[in-house]
């Protein structure tokens, strides 16, 4: 008895948890960012997929001052790319939520308050 052919379609399915993009996502925030400064969280991300697409929310922290706009811009752009390529999805929105700014004068040893 001959094996009959099966379409490609019809012999299953992969699906990618949201809690595995959200990982994805997470970690190409991190790699956005130029500098992370040291004692801050790593990027969070809340992922919702439907079918092929991942809609992302990352929050992160930033060093201040900076450009926050070019280092959000950024998030977005790597987020999109690497879940397209990790996951196959593709990303039409990625909200970046700044959660606090940490200011560089303070992390360098600034002690009490500047009069």
């Known amino acids: 008895m001959a094996a009959e052919r099966v379409a490609a379609a019809e012999r299953g ?3 990618i948890a949201d809690r595995v993009v959200a ?4 970690k190409a925030a991190r790699e956005a960012l130029e500098g ?3 004692g801050t969280p790593p990027p969070h991300a809340m992922v ?4 092929d697409t991942a ?16 280092q959000c811009g950024a998030v977005r752009r ?4 690497r879940v397209r390529a990790l996951a196959g999805m ?14 560089v004068h303070s992390r ?5 308050r500047i009069r």
């Open 90 to 103: 593709e990303v039409p929105e990625v909200a970046v939520q700044v959660e606090r700014l940490h200011s």
């Open 48 to 51: 919702v997929v439907h079918h």
């Open 55 to 70: 809609r992302v929310s990352v929050s992160l922290e930033l060093d201040y001052p900076g450009d926050i706009g070019r």
């Open 36 to 38: 992370v400064p040291e």
């Open 13 to 15: 399915a992969t699906t």
């Open 78 to 81: 790597q987020v999109v790319k």
């Open 108 to 112: 360098h040893g600034a002690q009490g």
């Open 23 to 26: 990982k994805i996502a997470a």
